[in-house]
């Protein structure tokens, strides 16, 4: 069980990384009370495995409620539960000019008649107990949300499969171009089982299908650039921060030689221990 309990400054960056860490597949709670963190770290040690990664975020949202924190996490310390504590932190003026950047207002403002810059100091003295017992604290000042992303990804990610998900998708341009589509292949060009009478009313999920269409020399090496392609490709879309890469091979209809593609594709991804999914979209019209 990975249990991370997220707080720091309001402004730091909090919402960007739980989006980070949701990518990455964990079970993700914005603007949980203390109070209730013990019960819910509880229900999930009790999932059997369902849940095995989460993330929380607690901080001074919760008003009165967030004093309560450092007594509920020693409490579920003397009961063994494990947890690690992320803290984001940002200096004062970085934090100022992005309240006035995005015109939002900091959730102590009111107690400090309209001023911020006195409500991040206050916040900043409730929360240094947090800073100190934090297992990682990261200072966002100067980074970007895409540098953020990826320092997340590389401190919490427990494989290079985990930091992207890569659907390779079939489908027909007689109905489309997929509007999700981030790289787009056309295999109109390759021979069409749809004029073989045994094979029209096939898809490209059965073998006699794949095989036909794979027969042609023009197949197999179409195939192996794709496939170099895509393989120069995904680290460059990593490195941006790219979290899900949708790979859409058409063909006329959408029911042989893409399917064919998107599944030979699928198969040489998932051997090299990409995280890959599969979906054929016209494959029933």
């Known amino acids: 069980m990975e249990f ?31 109070s209730l963190i013990p019960k ?26 967030f004093v309560d924190l450092f007594s509920e996490l020693d409490d579920m310390k003397r ?16 934090l100022i000019t992005r309240y006035k950047e995005t015109r939002r207002r900091h959730p102590l403002i009111d107690l400090f008649n309209g001023s911020t810059e006195e409500a991040i100091k206050a916040e900043r003295r409730l929360l240094m107990p947090a800073r100190e017992r934090a297992d990682y604290v990261i200072d966002t000042s100067l980074l970007t949300a895409q540098q953020l992303k990826q320092k997340i990804v590389g401190i919490f990610a427990k494989s290079n499969s985990e930091k992207m998900l890569i659907d390779c998708m079939s489908f027909g ?38 095989d036909y269409v794979m027969e042609f020399e023009q197949s197999v090496e179409l195939l192996k650039k ?18 899900n890469l949708v790979i859409a091979i058409g063909c006329t209809g959408g029911k042989h030689r893409s399917v064919t593609f998107a599944e030979k594709i699928y ?19």
Do not use: W
């Not at 787009?184 to 073998?207: S, W």
């Not at 198969?267 to 019209?285: E, P, Q």
């Open 79 to 94: 009961k063994n539960v494990e947890y690690k504590i992320l803290f984001l932190d940002a200096s004062d003026s970085v």
């Open 226 to 243: 794709l496939i170099d392609l895509v393989d120069f490709l995904l680290p460059l879309y990593q490195e941006e921060g790219k979290s």
């Open 173 to 210: 341009f007689k109905y489309g171009i997929p509007a999700e589509a981030d790289l787009v292949f056309d295999v109109r060009c390759l021979p069409n089982p749809f004029y073989i009478e045994t094979l029209k009313h096939k898809t490209g999920l059965d073998q006699e299908v794949r």
């Open 40 to 65: 819910f770290a509880e229900l999930c040690y009790q999932s059997e495995g369902k849940i095995s990664r989460v993330a929380i975020v607690t901080d001074i949202r919760g008003g009165d409620f």
């Open 4 to 34: 991370i309990i997220i707080t720091g400054l309001s402004g730091a960056g909090k919402s960007r990384v739980i989006n980070a860490l949701e990518d990455i597949g964990l079970y993700c709670v914005d603007n949980m009370p203390p």
């Open 267 to 285: 198969k040489a991804l998932s051997d090299k221990g990409l995280r890959t999914t599969v979906n054929h979209r016209d494959i029933l019209k």
